[in-house]
């Protein structure tokens, strides 16, 4: 019985452990307050303008896998397209020995979501709207093509650097989190880290400090090793 004991005592504080450790990755950490110097600098990644909406930052999702799947994707595709071009070949099963305009349509068809992966780590941008009444993030693979979340606003706006369900490599990645009147939205896994606390710093200033939270929310977040 002591080792059946000594097994449900360490069952139990495994699962209590990871209970901690998921709430340490949801609670996240602070925006980093940015000084007047890194304000007026910037970052080469994001870019900024101001109108009669708000102010406007803008961000470019690029990444070494985006670029390695859309390079195959393209290879891939043209070596198909020249082998259909040069006579038989075999498609849903079938010889087609002739290949008319429509065999290459659908081809093509086929081709499109593996593209627009490709773009959506390569070309797709952020823009994030910030006003008095709400924070608009569009997220778009092309123009037009793509999702709007929008937050609305009050007089407290807290934003932190949390796990939001997005891992990278197997390990769990931050996203930049923006929460107010009871509500929340979260962008930005895969943005470099760099350009995830700029952006969430520059947020944070826009809208100020909010009141300090309690210290369980104050957890820093922690990587699988």
Not at 16 to 27: I, N, Y
Not at 68 to 94: D, E, P
């Amino acid at each position: 019985m002591g080792l059946i004991q000594d097994l449900g005592a360490k069952l139990v504080r495994m699962k209590e452990e990871a209970e901690a450790r998921q709430a340490a990755l949801q609670a996240g950490r602070p925006a980093k307050a940015l000084t007047d110097v890194e304000l007026a600098k910037g970052h080469p990644r994001v870019s900024s303008e101001t109108d009669f909406q708000g102010v406007h930052y803008g961000v470019r999702l690029g990444s070494w896998f985006g670029w390695i799947w859309l390079i195959f994707t393209c290879v891939h595709c043209v070596a198909l397209f020249y082998g259909m071009s040069q006579g038989s070949v075999k498609m849903n099963g079938r010889m087609v020995a002739h290949p008319d305009w429509w065999h290459f349509a659908l081809l093509a068809l086929f081709y499109v979501p593996f593209f627009l992966v490709g773009f959506a780590f390569t070309l797709a941008r952020y823009r994030v709207t910030l006003n008095d009444e709400a924070v608009v993030v569009r997220w778009r693979i092309l123009p037009y093509l793509g999702w709007t979340w929008t937050l609305p606003v009050g007089e407290d706006v807290v934003v932190r650097l949390a796990f939001r369900g997005s891992s990278e490599n197997k390990k769990p990645v931050e996203s930049v989190v923006i929460m107010s009147l009871g509500k929340e939205t979260h962008f930005g896994a895969f943005l470099p880290a760099d350009v995830k606390e700029h952006l969430a710093g520059l947020i944070r200033h826009y809208y100020g400090d909010a009141p300090t939270v309690d210290a369980g929310s104050a957890a820093p977040f922690i990587a699988n090793p």
